[in-house]
């Protein structure tokens, strides 16, 4: 009778531990959408009414005129920046996964990975400055501002990547290989379409991060208002004019009007790369 009453008392403060911790999970999760809806709909709120036509297609002049070159210059310089870091990303990520064998290499690599992915941007930014735009002398332009964005994303994407193809069973290498398929042929044809997804996550995820880069970009892609004709010409992206709305003071209603498309280009970007994952995966599945 006596053990049935402790078992009774464990099972309650049990259930009640699980309760709680649900709970807090739940508020969590809660407090995290929260805090993202509150941000989104603050800067909407404050700047919806500033965008139009005008403001969309023209250029600035001093507190009037819109913000057409930075629109195409935050676009230019994402699809440059992606260019360059996508594959090196997961080239790297396919090595460390699918040929390296566990050693110190793997591991300075590793090493290195995760140190480049703690380093802050103005450091790269200062690097990218010195490097790129002084010593090789790529001047102000929108591939050293590249070149620079890449390498500050490159830990991302093949951290991410990894995990990806660290989550495909491995199964399908064996059944691959066992049907008379080359290592190489199992990992681009069995293995890569799988971990699509995960991939194209951390594409978004390194997108988020170049759209909204401030300090790395002025310091090799320049701050020139102007659209940017070529890779060796100086631009300003929208994250670079909306800081020096606000800091100069010169609009602050400009300045939410630019988070505002900011926001609403990286909602779009995100929205069809999660489409084109849909689509992938769907034809994956008829064949």
């Not at 404050?46 to 009037?64: A, M, Q, R, Y």
């Not at 290592?183 to 799988?194: G, I």
């Not at 996550?201 to 997108?207: Q, R, V």
């Not at 631009?235 to 602050?252: C, D, N, P, Q, W």
Request: net charge positive; proline share 3%; hydrophobic share 50%.
């Amino acid at each position: 009778m006596e053990q049935l009453r402790v078992g009774s008392k464990q099972k309650k403060r049990r259930d009640l531990s699980e309760r709680l911790l649900k709970g807090l999970i739940f508020l969590s999760a809660f407090i995290t959408v929260g805090m993202l809806l509150w941000i989104l709909s603050y800067i909407v709120f404050n700047g919806i009414k500033e965008v139009s036509w005008e403001f969309l297609t023209t250029s600035p002049k001093g507190e009037e005129g819109g913000i057409l070159p930075m629109i195409l210059n935050t676009i230019y310089i994402i699809v440059l920046a992606l260019m360059i870091s996508t594959p090196i990303g997961v080239l790297s990520a396919i090595y460390l996964v699918e040929y390296a064998k566990p050693g110190k290499t793997v591991r300075f690599i590793r090493f290195c990975t995760e140190s480049l992915a703690g380093i802050p941007s103005i450091i790269y930014g200062l690097f990218g400055l010195i490097f790129f735009v002084t010593l090789l002398k790529w001047q102000f332009s929108m591939i050293s501002g590249a070149v620079t964005l890449s390498i500050m994303v490159l830990p991302t994407m093949i951290r991410t990547t990894e995990e990806a193809l660290k989550a495909i069973p491995n199964g399908y290498r064996e059944a691959s290989m066992g049907l008379g398929a080359s290592k190489l042929r199992t990992v681009m044809k069995a293995v890569l379409p799988s971990a699509l997804p995960g991939i194209l996550a951390a594409i978004i995820l390194n997108t988020g991060r170049i759209v909204g880069e401030t300090a790395a970009v002025v310091m090799t892609a320049g701050m020139s208002p102007y659209i940017a004709k070529s890779a060796s010409e100086s631009g300003r992206t929208l994250a670079v004019h909306m800081y020096l709305l606000a800091k100069e003071g010169i609009s602050f209603e400009k300045a939410y009007a630019t988070a505002t498309v900011l926001v609403i280009i990286v909602l779009l970007i995100n929205l069809s790369t999660k489409l084109v994952a849909k689509l992938l995966s769907r034809d994956k599945d008829k064949v």
